[in-house]
């Protein structure tokens, strides 16, 4: 069983064009994250839902668009994908707990490559 | 703001050694939690071990420690009798232990390769 699945694993797309990331986690956890990993292999937050609801934009451009239908769920849309979009996304999941450790599972990534 | 500092970029042992990876870390929040994350060359990332900032004992799992010096900001990840399949990126990460944000902020990382 899967704990966190990103669809697709990789995407490569022309510049200007708009695609989407699904992620989906069968934990039970009630927040979610979107990553961004790049070519130097830093990671870096960009967004968090608990509960369906938005609780974190790292000063991402708002073209991306995360989109919670529901506690399980939590998609990435793009819209008009510049070059520097390319990278790894990654999408995470975790119990949060005021107080209490809480380890962040990660999906396996969808490699994005804009062209 | 939080912030993680990895000063190796690579690292090399021989296998069946021990290995020591540097992280440390800055904030003024005194309600924390420390991670260690490895990314190998398929790229998924995989929890290997934490430290909360109260735990009293330094954390352990396996061929895994974590040597937490809280009074100096590190907390250094120990990889004892060193495989071949530990070759692989090492990200120490860290959030906060309160508040609705558990966003994790992680350090460079450090590329350990394993020699036979």
């Known amino acids: 069983d899967t704990a966190v699945s990103q669809t697709p694993k990789y995407l490569v797309t022309q510049m200007g064009n708009d695609k989407s990331i699904k992620c989906e986690q069968n934990?039970?956890?009630?927040?979610m994250y979107w990553y961004k990993q790049d070519s130097k292999k830093f990671l870096k937050i960009m967004f968090s839902?608990?509960?369906?609801?938005?609780?974190i934009n790292e000063t991402v451009p708002n073209r991306f668009s995360p989109k919670s239908p529901d506690k399980a769920h939590l998609n990435l849309h793009i819209n008009s994908l510049e070059l520097g979009d390319s990278a790894v996304y990654f999408c995470?999941?975790?119990?949060?707990?005021?107080?209490?450790?809480?380890?962040?599972?990660f999906g396996p990534g969808t490699r994005l490559t804009v062209l | 703001a939080q912030k993680i500092t990895q000063t190796q970029p690579g690292m090399f042992v021989q296998e069946k050694e021990a290995v020591t990876l540097d992280c440390t870390y800055d904030t003024s929040d005194p309600s924390y939690g420390l991670f260690w994350y490895k990314q190998p060359s398929s790229g998924e990332m995989i929890f290997l071990i934490y430290?909360?900032?109260?735990?009293?004992q330094n954390a352990t799992e396996g061929r895994y420690s974590l040597n937490f010096q809280k009074a100096r900001k590190s907390a250094n990840l120990v990889i004892s009798a060193s495989q071949l399949g530990d070759s692989a990126m090492y990200f120490c990460a860290m959030n906060l232990l309160r508040g609705s944000n558990y966003k994790l902020t992680f350090g460079k990382g450090t590329l350990l390769t394993v020699n036979p």
């Open positions: 934990l039970g956890h009630d927040t």
């Open positions: 430290q909360g900032s109260y735990d009293q």
């Open positions: 995470a999941s975790s119990q949060d707990s005021v107080g209490y450790y809480n380890e962040q599972f």
């Open positions: 839902y608990n509960n369906k609801e938005l609780i």
